[in-house]
């Protein structure tokens, strides 16, 4: 079955403890993004990367980390989360960046930061 | 102006009726446009797309694109309660590095 996976669905950690969060594709897609979504905000760009060890920042990279060492792998890092960081995240796939292409979308990962 | 723009609703529709889901968009050169369905606690699922100008319809979905006045929207017909969601916007822009900007998404619920 063709899926993003992310891990894990739930988290909850304290200020300053280094954390990540991992995405994988079983699509053999090129492009993948990580999008925050609060209330009122809808869904935020945070990082995105075209191929493996090409990656960006989107519109809001302030406090994560990311990297594409396996075309499958899109983690998310976070060295010192603070409790702005508290959000709904999504890990999505597409094919390819043409702007034309549906992009599928993992579980989501609800993080709480204390 | 925002990049991406929806009413976020709460919008309330019968059961039965028409559900009408609106958007602007500020890049005049923006080629692709979707609709997302997002049920509560869930991810988003595409439901159309659509990149040229007119309608394009899919069951009981219709979006209708018009670049002119830089508007895209959502009807859905026969509303059921099943299609109570919120419904996200989002759009190719092709200012700078290319990017899918979502709006903030309309609140839709259908009322049996």
């Known amino acids: 079955e063709a899926q993003v996976t992310q891990n894990p669905r739930y988290l909850i950690t304290v200020t300053g403890k280094k954390l990540t969060v991992t995405c994988s594709q079983n699509m053999n897609h090129e492009y993948m993004s990580w999008y925050r979504q609060d209330p009122g905000l809808g869904l935020r760009q945070i990082y995105y990367?075209?191929?493996?060890?090409?990656?960006d920042k989107g519109d809001v990279p302030e406090g994560y980390k990311v990297s594409r060492k396996e075309k499958r792998n899109f983690p998310l890092i976070l060295e010192s989360p603070s409790p702005n960081q508290t959000s709904l995240y999504f890990c999505?796939?597409?094919?390819?960046?043409?702007?034309?292409?549906?992009?599928?979308f993992g579980q989501g990962t609800r993080l709480t930061v204390v | 102006q925002k990049e991406v723009e929806q009413n976020s609703g709460p919008l309330s529709v019968p059961e039965g009726a028409i559900a009408s889901l609106n958007c602007t968009y500020s890049?005049?050169?923006?080629?692709?446009f979707f609709w997302y369905r997002q049920y509560s606690g869930k991810s988003p699922e595409l439901i159309m797309s659509i990149y040229s100008n007119g309608d394009k319809e899919d069951g009981r979905f219709t979006a209708q694109l018009n670049k002119a006045s830089q508007y895209v929207s959502l009807l859905i017909r026969d509303s059921q309660p099943s299609d109570s969601a919120t419904y996200l916007c989002?759009?190719?822009?092709?200012?700078?590095?290319?990017?899918?900007?979502f709006g903030q998404g309309t609140r839709l619920t259908i009322n049996p």
């Open positions: 989002a759009v190719n822009l092709r200012t700078g590095a290319q990017k899918l900007v």
């Open positions: 999505a796939s597409s094919l390819a960046w043409q702007g034309s292409t549906e992009a599928f």
């Open positions: 990367s075209m191929n493996v060890e090409v990656t």
């Open positions: 890049d005049r050169g923006s080629q692709s």
